[in-house]
């Protein structure tokens, strides 16, 4: 890259010059869908026509809207490697966990990695003391959120469960599932919330108990629908905790409660959005004609790490940096030492890179959409950052200090 740059044009002329508005898609410099997904083309059609059948009467249209939660169930018993009826259409990935956590009954304990989004924390502090197991943070592995040493050496006779994400959603470490399960053994569930990881990188999901996945992130279904799997090997052991009408077999009966029904079904509290349904059920099934998540994650892998090059480059500091290749997802994360995490993130936004800030660190979650000028797009921003850095000698010491000017932005 050239090492002389222009000044910047104003913000509205680089919007212009790095991609189209979002009514034609992301941003060409878009890089945070760990935070949100824009919606797939499939996605997106979906979700159109199934609206349009929602806003009509006639009984054969409203039997075609409803039909599309089992289309989607299908799509996605597909993806999860699971039978149908062991797929239910949750509202969230919170829903679903609370679902969950309302299901898995005392004594007990349940291991919680400290540090886990909160989303897979207040399932299950709230259901402590309430008939729930009781709850215990462990600790991470240096900032592997959690290991098997880690989970071997917390697993005392009273653990009944252990709940963790898939992908940790700051450094991007993929949990090892697999290994996870195999401690754990039978008698104990691994409960898995997959939202950073389901769309983004292959998954152990045959070792999950249950799991959880909204639509959101890495799927690009847009909000409104959660995958909601629960293995036929734990349905016993789950009793319907949050399951209402819409889980029972004779819903208008005169006793209640009725008997469940069979499967994840038994957990529904409610019918789901069908439109939302319809949004997921054809992003899973673009997700699986695209390769599936092997093919789909060696992209997003490849993006990332050429991202993540381009950091290291500039001097930045790749958090968890030395993961192999399997052992990290979608999400990268750094930091610039001698620089303000506030104005990194500001350059990076007015020149058309859009990133998460969490403290110190940004973070990078490209998808199979990301163009390859993202990463020059991203490189200039950093460029910018570097040069505009003054560093300042004392000279009635021997202390060095280095100051980050910040660019001027326009504020949101």
Known sequence: MNDQIRPRAPEAATRAAHGPTSARGPSAGYLDHARVGPLSRGAAAALAA?????????????????ALSDSARTSAARLLDAR????????????????VAAALRGPGTVLVPRGEFPANVYPWLRFAGRGGPDVRLVGPDGRRHI????????????????????????????????????????DRLLIVDAIQGLGAVPLAADAADALVSGGQKWLRA????????????????LDPGLGGWAGVTEPFGERHPAPPLPGAAAHLATNPDFPAAASIGAAVD?????????????????????????ARRAGAEVLLDGLGDHERAGIGTFRLPGH????????????????????????LSPHVSTPAAAADLFAEALHTLTTHSTTLTTHGGNATATLTQEPTCPTS
Request: net charge negative; charged share 25%; proline share 7%.
């Open 147 to 186: 290991t098997p040493d880690l989970l071997r050496r917390h697993l005392t006779p009273d653990v009944t469960a252990l709940t963790v994400s898939a992908v940790d959603s700051l450094t991007g470490h993929v949990a090892p599932l697999a290994d996870l399960k195999e401690i754990l053994g039978p």
């Open 50 to 66: 199934a609206t349009d059948l929602a806003t009509r009467a006639d009984p054969a249209d409203l039997d075609r809207l409803f």
């Open 84 to 99: 149908p009826h062991e797929i239910a259409l949750a509202p969230s990935t919170s829903n679903g966990l609370f679902t």
């Open 222 to 237: 847009g909000w409104g629908a959660a995958l909601l799997l629960i293995r036929d090997r734990c349905a016993e052991r």
């Open 286 to 310: 673009e997700l699986l004609a695209e390769g599936g998540p092997a093919a789909t994650g060696a992209r997003i892998r490849a993006t990332l790490a050429e991202l993540l090059d381009r």
């Open 340 to 363: 303000d995490p506030v104005a990194v993130h500001r350059t990076l936004e007015a020149a058309g890179v859009i990133t998460t800030r969490r403290d110190e660190w940004i973070r």
